[in-house]
């Protein structure tokens, strides 16, 4: 059995096989190809269709309408490679004669060999003999690797902030890793100038919007062919990647479900026991029981997980607001701190105590997530809404103190100047280049880059903001997270 | 290397006067042209011919017009103009000059 694609040649409807229609496609997309720029392309397209169409019908009659794949590959053969250089005076010199020759010989391989491979062996007359086949084959690929545009894209999934990094790694085809590094490494070396750099390129750079988009920034050649063979390592990678601890989840929900199974059904008989003999009407059997938790525990759990959240952030914004205090006005908890301790151990000093405190809240906000069996997202979106309330306002207040807001990143600027003019280690005193570190990893967690290691774990509202965007899985969420990211950054700065 | 392959570059080269040439014989549509050229060195494909056609067309030396036919759908008959029948004149003249030339040259064989 195959499958068969009805096409229109130059008006005409005829069915091919799904191996002859991926045949002909490439033919007359390399043909399209070959006559870019002749003024009559669409003219002898449609007459190389209709060429086409009257060779196909030779093979139809009454009792057969569908033109097979071999058909397709021996029609094509007829057909003979589109001769795209005739426009540039094939009659002049005889040098530019074996030139265009060449040219075209090799790019009918490439069709051939293209040809070949849709038909996965199922004929052997494809590869029409042409001379040079796997030399012409090689350079069509990679003339199409190579010829396809690469643009400049913020690519939204899987960003940090607004994907400034990831479309820069895919334009300069560096793993994104190295690209976040050397931007929170500016970010320290320019004092925080940098992130304004961020901010204007992620004005002026556009969103990879369309798959054809996405393409580009990557610099892939973008045709339907090059999408599904995409898709398809995809897939493989997937499944290679995925089976091992797919099968190991199934198995255990499996266990589970047999040992629910099983004790519901005691239940179930034990209720027919005891009011079957009476004659009352079968009563709904209960719930069945081990779903993680009993109703109340998962209502206590509802209820906890958002206020665990709206706690969670204000934790996460107190500590912002004291940093900020602290850089500021050289003061801890509304007091003055001693001059003689220097800023940086303070800072240290705040993240210390913030990461010791949130952290067993972000373990109740986990239990309670994982308590609720059924509402995992909706617990997540309710935390993620919460979370994006609280941004917005924030992103609010600095719009409305906007000119504290610019004094504060002066004086952040400041800071690190005064840190890296001051701070450099004498080489070879271990002791001094640890409190270098510490103090270099201080402010780098003032700043947006900090947020990009989230790894860390230690916001948890981060990580819900994640769950959101993995849960509705919408270009809306990301753009949200976008904004809201940008609201910190800026509120942060 | 063959002698057919030496050749490659001037059998396409001289494409254009053969199709010139099988033209002015005949009002003919592209599969008359075809099957007339296949019988000969110079057999052509579809993928060759309808690009020459055409840029032949932009250059002014040949035209269509589309005629029914009885099986199937119309076709275009091509035919030579007259700026068309004047350069198969020249190519005629040339390639006459260029056969003595060939055989002038070198021993008589």
């Known amino acids: 059995m195959r499958t068969v694609i009805t096409i229109s040649l130059n008006g005409n409807a005829y069915q091919l096989d799904a191996v002859g ?76 004669m074996g030139g265009g020759a060449m040219g075209t010989e090799g790019l009918y391989a490439g069709a051939g060999a293209s040809t070949g491979a849709g038909q996965s062996g199922a004929s052997g007359n494809t590869g029409a003999g042409a001379p040079g086949d796997a030399a012409g084959g090689a350079t069509n690929t990679s003339g199409a690797s190579g010829d396809a545009p690469r643009r400049l894209y913020q690519i939204r999934e899987g960003a940090v902030f607004s994907g400034v990094c990831k479309g820069l790694a895919a334009y300069l085809n560096i793993d994104v890793a190295i690209i976040r590094a050397v931007f929170v490494l500016l970010v320290l070396l320019t004092g925080g100038v940098w992130i304004l750099v961020y901010v204007v390129m992620m004005f002026v750079i556009p969103y990879a919007q369309t798959s054809e988009q996405h393409a580009a920034a990557h610099g892939w050649p973008f045709n339907a062919e090059e999408l599904v063979a995409r898709a398809k390592a995809h897939y493989a990678q997937f499944r290679q990647n995925g089976s091992k601890w797919q099968r190991k989840a199934y198995r255990e929900q499996r266990r589970m479900w047999k040992s629910q199974h099983k004790q519901w059904k005691e239940h179930q008989r034990a209720w027919e026991r005891w ?213 910190i950054e800026r509120h942060a700065a | 290397m063959a002698v057919n392959d030496k050749f490659g570059a001037i059998r396409k080269g001289l494409l254009e006067f053969l199709v010139l040439k099988v033209i002015a014989a005949d009002r003919v549509y592209v599969a008359d042209m075809l099957k007339k050229l296949s019988e000969t060195e110079f057999a052509t494909q579809e993928g060759t011919l309808y690009p020459l056609l055409s840029r032949m067309r932009r250059d002014g030396l040949v035209d269509y017009e589309w005629k029914e036919s009885e099986a199937g759908p119309p076709r275009k008959y091509y035919e030579l103009t007259a700026s068309g029948r004047a350069q198969l004149d020249e190519l005629a003249d040339y390639w006459r000059a260029i056969n003595k030339t060939i055989e002038d040259l070198g021993p008589k064989g």
């Open chain 1, 21 to 96: 229609y991926e045949a002909l496609r490439a033919y007359l997309h390399v043909a399209e190809q070959r006559l870019a720029g002749n003024p009559d392309q669409a003219e002898i397209l449609a007459d190389l269709e209709q060429a086409i169409a009257d060779k196909c019908r030779r093979y139809l009659g009454p009792h057969k309408n569908v033109v097979s794949s071999e058909e397709v590959a021996e029609v094509l053969r007829e057909m003979g490679p589109v001769d795209g250089g005739s426009g540039e005076g094939s009659q002049t010199a005889a040098g530019s």
């Open chain 1, 275 to 487: 009011g079957g003999p009476s004659g009352n009407p079968p009563a709904p059997p209960p719930p069945p029981p081990g779903w993680a938790a009993g109703p109340s525990s998962q209502l206590l759990n509802g209820v906890l997980s958002p206020i665990v959240g709206v706690l969670g952030v204000i934790l996460f914004f107190t500590f912002l607001w004291m940093l900020i205090a602290m850089i500021k006005h050289h003061t801890l908890f509304g007091w003055w701190m001693p001059h003689e301790i220097p800023l940086w151990v303070g800072i240290v000093f705040l993240i210390v105590l913030y990461r010791a405190v949130a952290s067993p809240l972000n373990h109740a906000k986990y239990a309670a997530h994982y308590g609720t069996p059924v509402g995992h997202a909706w617990v997540a979106l309710v935390g993620a809404l919460i979370w994006l309330m609280f941004v917005a306002f924030l992103a609010w207040l600095a719009w409305q103190h906007w000119d504290e807001v610019l004094d504060f990143l002066q004086q952040v600027g400041n800071f690190l100047r005064d840190v890296i003019d001051h701070r450099e280690p004498p080489p070879g005193n271990p002791e001094n280049a640890a409190l270098y570190f510490v103090a270099w990893g201080a402010p780098s967690c003032l700043l947006p880059g900090y947020i990009a290691s989230r790894e860390l774990e230690s916001h948890g509202q981060i990580d819900s903001l994640d769950v959101f965007g993995e849960a509705a899985d919408g270009d809306v969420v990301d753009s949200c997270c976008g904004d809201g990211a940008y609201g």
